[in-house]
């Protein structure tokens, strides 16, 4: 027997499978899907077996493997299928799609394992009035007593002594069991009584029960109900045996949604994302794929979850950029639910107030069917005030406007909470000699360094680089240094001295680092021990904290300055989603939104909750400029040390592909990457802007082929989320 092993090495000249016999004594453990440890030259490496070949039918000589790894395969059939699926659709090794699907615990990975978690437990091995006559002193005695109706944990009888229980399990009178014991604790909060439907979510709901030919795009604004339409929906699937996978984009709106499911659903939940351990993901992967569950929740990895019997994927928060992986395999998870969908003849259900343009217009022609559901829950939509900010700096209010600081004392003396937004983290964000002008920047990234005043660094966010703050200029040695810019740390600074009463707690990168933390945040403010929630983006989407009444954006128009055709749509969403953390209950909801440009479309439509108006003049303004949704995008990243090899480089495959005349295809560049130098490596940049995805394609894959074997680096993204 020979089998085709597809092996670990990502490299992209090796991209394809390798022919190995089977010793006799391992054929019947050979199933394809499982890893086996095979010989590769002089190392050993694991591979997924992906063909059974029972005849040689080749004349060179093959190796033996080494080992079968798995007692059941880790790629099922559906997973297999969709990794070449990937393959083909980002142009990335076979292997590099597999690895991605799989935790740690699992990927083709010589030397490293993660163990099973097991609790050993103690019971009688014989009835007790058996047992107690074979004790021979009062501690034998006790621990055949403290067994008598139960099992106990062998730690619970730590205190007894262990040569007595060890004697007992020699003598055969008690036994020793290993259970195993997932690592991610299950609790889930008490029973909740199902709220009574609107009218909007029960006709959203029986038009996704009913509707099977489409995916539907429930389009809701900010607390309209959208998550007990997706409850509901599940509820209808489990009732036919069908499973579900709900997908979050980021690991903050977890624990909350998790605790509203597992009210309703209790234990019946895995969870999969990037904050659990290597151990907690492997359990609950192996919970998944045991049939244990029947939902899953969690962000982007999630969809890989080897569920059987698929129902229905839910995507809450369709639009966020988080959905595309940004590093090889550049896939789009709508294109993996989309896949798996129609593999398990299932719904799909992508779920926004703030759709993106595509998905939208993909409604608008049919492609996905449109549920809308218009109004809140309770009819309470936040009260929206534009602040703008250059009449505020001429009285002297460089962070905070008068509006919003009214608004937050009157929050906080009435007992209830402010929610601030401030889309940059750090203290300050640029460092600058006010003698010669001199700005701190990265020496390997060639970009303004941002100071953390907690640690007392400068850090990169690019690279990592770090350095303790300078008090004198390195190039003239003054020591008036300023510091521009702001970030959370500052703001937070700036609310625990100017606003009376508050108690303000930050939620960023630099504060969600450590395990848990994002729960552990979000429950201290659903407890009320903090009263300002001061956050990043990461606090805009889908939190639900009853006693917020005020939210405030600070430098709201900063996101339009990025050098991105969907900037305007990035700072409508960002607007728009951190606008409805307000007023989701009984309280009325007031947002202040500041910034220089607050004229500006995305601005103004955001705080007229007008996605419609915002949706028909960002789409006038791209067809004018020939961007999605008129046409496709691809992005070719080039990557290298030396800058002008990586330029001539990048101007050879422009000249290669103008030279092919594709038709309805614009190539723009080669041009500097909007971050041109990332630790000492230069990025230059290729746009094509094209309609027929097959014809693009087939050079792509010439190209890509083509530099397999070359020094300068080279990825291609079709459909990037920014430029």
């Known amino acids: 027997m020979f089998v085709e092993v597809l092996v670990e090495i990502k490299a992209k000249k090796i991209d394809k499978t390798f022919t190995y016999s089977v010793p006799k004594n391992l054929e019947k453990s050979i199933e394809i899907g499982k890893r086996v440890l095979v010989p590769f030259g002089k190392q050993k490496l694991e591979g997924f077996i992906l063909k059974l070949l029972n005849n040689k039918t080749f004349d060179y000589e093959t190796k033996d493997i080494i080992d079968v790894i798995d007692i059941k395969p880790v790629l099922n059939n559906e997973l297999l299928k969709l990794g070449i699926f990937i393959k083909e659709k980002t142009l990335c090794n076979l292997i590099t799609a597999y690895q991605t699907m799989l935790p740690t615990a699992l990927k083709a990975k010589h030397k490293i394992k993660i163990n099973k978690k097991y609790i050993t437990y103690l019971s009688l091995n014989r009835n007790y009035n058996d047992a107690i006559t074979v004790a021979t002193n009062e501690n034998q005695k006790l621990i055949i007593e403290k067994l008598k109706n139960n099992k106990i944990k062998k730690s619970d009888l730590k205190n007894l002594s262990l040569s007595s229980i060890n004697t007992l399990i020699k003598k055969d009178v008690i036994k020793e069991e290993k259970i195993e ?79 509203t499911f597992k009210s309703r659903f209790k234990d019946d939940i895995a969870i999969l994302h990037s904050g659990l351990s290597d151990g907690e993901k492997y359990d609950e992967w192996r919970k998944i794929e045991n049939n244990d569950v029947s939902i899953v929740i969690g962000a982007r990895s999630a969809i890989f979850a080897p569920l059987n019997k698929i129902g229905v994927i839910i995507i809450d928060e369709e639009h966020s950029s988080n959905y595309k992986q940004e590093n090889n395999p550049k896939y789009n998870t709508i294109d993996i639910a989309l896949f798996r969908t129609k593999y398990n003849n299932a719904k799909l259900i992508l779920g926004s107030a703030t759709p993106s343009i595509e998905s939208y217009t993909k409604a608008k022609i049919g492609i996905y069917d449109l549920v809308e559901m218009k109004n809140r829950v309770n009819n309470n939509l936040p009260h929206v005030t534009l602040v703008d900010m250059k009449e505020e700096y001429r009285k002297g209010n460089k962070i905070i406007s008068d509006e919003l600081k009214n ?4 929050a906080i003396n009435n007992g209830e909470q402010v929610m601030l937004l401030l889309n940059r983290r750090g203290y300050s964000t640029t460092t600058v000699c006010k003698e010669c002008g001199y700005t701190l920047k990265c020496p390997n990234c060639d970009i303004p360094l941002v100071y953390h005043k907690n640690s007392n660094y400068s850090r990169c966010h690019y690279c990592g680089y770090a350095i303790k703050k300078i008090v004198k200029c390195p190039n003239c040695d003054s020591e008036d240094i300023n510091d521009y810019g702001m970030g959370t740390e ?118 007229n909750h007008d996605y419609k ?58 041009s500097v990457s909007s971050i041109p130098k990332i630790n000492n490596i230069y990025y230059v940049s290729i746009v094509i802007k094209y309609k027929n995805t097959n014809e693009l394609k087939k050079e792509l894959i010439y190209i890509d082929n083509l530099y397999k074997t070359k020094k300068v680096n080279l990825e291609c993204d079709l459909n990037p989320i920014r430029l």
Do not use: W
Not at 407 to 410: E, V
Not at 643 to 665: H, P, R
């Open 181 to 259: 014991k997932y690592r991610l604790k299950n609790n889930y909060i008490k029973d909740t009584i199902k709220p009574k439907l609107t009218k909007e979510q029960e006709q959203a709901i029986t038009k996704i029960n009913n509707d099977y030919e489409k995916p539907v795009l429930l389009h809701g604004v900010t607390g309209s109900g959208k998550t007990e339409v997706y409850m509901q929906v599940i509820e209808n699937n489990l009732r036919e045996g069908k499973t579900a996978i709900v997908l979050v984009p980021e690991i903050s709106l977890t624990p909350q949604l998790v605790s």
């Open 407 to 410: 608004k937050m004392i009157k």
């Open 490 to 607: 500052k703001l937070e600074q700036y609310i625990k001295l100017n606003i009376e009463n508050s108690k303000v707690i930050r939620m960023d990168v630099d504060t969600t680092s450590k395990k848990g933390a994002h729960e552990k945040i979000i429950k201290q403010f659903e407890n009320k021990e903090y009263n300002v929630l001061i956050g990043t983006q990461m606090i805009s989407k889908g939190l639900d904290f009853p006693f917020v009444s005020v939210v405030g954006v600070i430098n709201a128009d900063q996101t339009l300055n990025i050098p991105d055709f969907r900037s305007s749509e990035r700072t409508f969403e960002l607007l728009n989603q951190v606008a409805g953390r307000a007023g989701r209950s009984k309280i009325k909801g007031e947002v202040v939104i500041q910034g220089f440009n607050i004229d500006h479309y995305s601005i103004v439509t955001s705080s």
């Open 613 to 670: 108006t915002f949706y028909n003049l960002e789409l006038g303004i791209r067809k004018k400029l020939g961007y999605s949704p008129y046409y496709n995008l691809c992005l070719i990243k080039l990557s290298y040390k030396d800058f002008d090899t990586l330029l001539k480089e990048g101007n050879k495959i422009v000249s290669y592909l103008k030279s092919k005349n594709l038709a309805n295809t614009k190539i723009l560049g080669p």
